[in-house]
């Protein structure tokens, strides 16, 4: 891939030539066509000026597109050598504060042993243990590994300290590394309030819940059998509702449930999981935009369904439902501990019935739409300059060439942050 830099020119416009498939997500951009939901354009070119894509289009009109857009020449040109650009993977689901792994528990599962909420008790004692840089060092290990990867947004949730002090310093540690945090102090019963669900309940909603919604967008509860019940979901929710802070849910990932129904009642962001779903769960989902939205995201988490040998969930039944679908990592110690949006993708496409633009989309846009954010997840005129420049012809190949590192450039707000030294 080759790259000039303009003699004297500042680091403030990159002209990106020579991409082979360009996916922008912006139906209506010139050279895609209408009904086309990715907006595809073959031969294409973007035009990144400061931390704003803006110009994107067939390379043949690239000069007039720098010339209305920019008004002067880029500072820098780079020709991506026939290869396929997406936009920055926008993963809405992470759970990167914690300490410790839970390696003997995946072997044991592997032998046979069901996956069971209870785990994230060993989590959580070994989080309580850690220091704050030591935690700290796990979440930039773990963001960094992201962003190679292609993850230009992360939402970052609490819930392995589960005390206020630990819940505090995890939204904390979170809010350093991205403003998409999620208070997720209801992520399971902690050992001392052991049959006492609703006292913990009581401290999450007040002391606990004052404490983090300073540092938090979102509130999250596990609602699930093993976690926390229907009634105890709503009071958490509510509560952070009046804090102040969007809603999100955890529900019908280990059986079928009354989370989703809740999360679709609340108004909520997004459902995650949604493992196990009714027609009335999918109906009620697809019906969350039928006044032209915002509605409820399906969030599905294919990492959890790899990495506990549970069934996929059908995300076809979803789209074909009209529900909207987003694919994110679950990054965690115990379900899913893999920050790899690539492989959400490829499940998704292998597994889950999803078309590959379909999957890239809900990786992507999906996600955006997840964290209601309009500003990332396209490469629309405007948006943050968030993109993958793959080290392949198509983005077919993210599903087709599964596990191989095919982000070759990755790109954050107009700055390459990422450089596939062996490309
Ligand atoms: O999203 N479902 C609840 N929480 C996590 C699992 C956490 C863990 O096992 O440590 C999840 O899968
Ligand atoms: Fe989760």
Not at 118 to 135: C, K, M, N, P, Q
């Given at each position: 891939m080759r790259e000039v830099v303009h003699p004297g020119g500042k680091h403030g416009a990159t002209l990106i030539l020579g991409i082979g498939e360009l996916t922008t997500n912006a139906p209506g951009t010139p050279g895609a066509t209408d009904d086309d939901p990715t907006g595809v354009v073959h031969d294409a070119a973007v035009l990144l000026d400061g931390d704003r894509v803006a110009w994107t289009g067939p390379e043949r009109d690239a000069a007039d597109g720098v010339e209305e857009a920019l008004g002067r020449a880029p500072d820098r040109t780079v020709d991506a050598g026939n290869r396929a650009v997406i936009p920055?993977?926008?993963?809405?689901?992470?759970?990167?504060?914690?300490?410790?792994?839970?390696?003997?528990?995946?072997?044991?599962?592997?032998?046979?042993?069901?996956?069971?909420?209870?785990?994230?008790?060993?989590?959580?004692?070994?989080?309580?243990?850690?220091?704050?840089?030591?935690?700290?060092?796990?979440?930039?290990?773990?963001?960094?590994?992201?962003?190679?990867?292609?993850?230009?947004?992360l939402e970052v949730k609490s819930g392995y300290g589960l005390t206020v002090v630990d819940e505090v310093r995890s939204v904390r540690l979170a809010r350093e590394m991205t403003d998409e945090v999620t208070f997720l102090g209801a992520h399971v019963v902690p050992p001392e309030f052991e049959g006492r669900p609703d006292e913990y309940v009581d401290l999450v909603c007040g002391e606990m819940l004052a404490a983090c919604a300073p540092h938090a967008r979102w509130v999250d509860v596990f609602c699930e059998t093993g976690a926390f019940s229907l009634a105890q979901a709503r009071r958490v929710l509510l509560a952070g509702a009046s804090a102040g802070l969007g809603v999100r849910v955890h529900a019908n990932q280990l059986g079928p449930g009354e989370g989703v129904r809740l999360a679709v009642e609340l108004g909520a962001a997004s459902v995650d999981h949604c493992t196990y779903l009714?027609?009335?769960?999918?109906?009620?989902?697809?019906?969350?935009?039928?006044?032209?939205?915002?509605?409820?995201?399906?969030?599905?988490?294919?990492?959890?369904?790899?990495?506990?040998?549970?069934?996929?969930?059908?995300?076809?039944?979803?789209?074909?439902?009209?529900?909207?679908?987003?694919?994110?990592?679950?990054?965690?110690?115990?379900?899913?501990?893999?920050?790899?949006?690539?492989?959400?993708?490829?499940?998704?496409v292998r597994e889950m019935g999803m078309t590959v633009a379909e999957a890239v989309w809900a990786a992507t846009a999906g996600g955006a739409r997840a964290l209601r954010r309009a500003d990332v997840g396209s490469l629309a005129p405007g948006a943050r300059a968030d993109l993958v420049v793959l080290d392949a012809p198509s983005r077919v190949h993210l599903a087709y060439r599964p596990g191989v590192p095919l982000a070759a450039r990755v790109y954050r707000a107009g700055r390459e942050v990422a450089h596939s030294s062996a490309r």
């Open positions: 920055g993977f926008v993963d809405s689901h992470t759970h990167l504060v914690f300490a410790g792994d839970r390696a003997a528990e995946f072997e044991a599962r592997m032998a046979g042993r069901p996956y069971a909420a209870g785990g994230i008790a060993g989590t959580v004692a070994a989080t309580r243990a850690a220091s704050d840089a030591e935690l700290l060092a796990g979440l930039r290990r773990l963001v960094g590994e992201a962003l190679a990867q292609g993850t230009t947004t009714s027609d009335d769960d999918v109906a009620a989902l697809a019906g969350s935009w039928a006044g032209g939205g915002p509605g409820t995201v399906a969030t599905l988490l294919p990492g959890v369904e790899f990495s506990t040998r549970q069934p996929y969930p059908d995300a076809r039944r979803l789209l074909d439902a009209g529900a909207v679908v987003a694919l994110a990592s679950d990054c965690n110690p115990g379900s899913s501990y893999t920050s790899s949006m690539p492989l959400c993708v490829a499940l998704a």
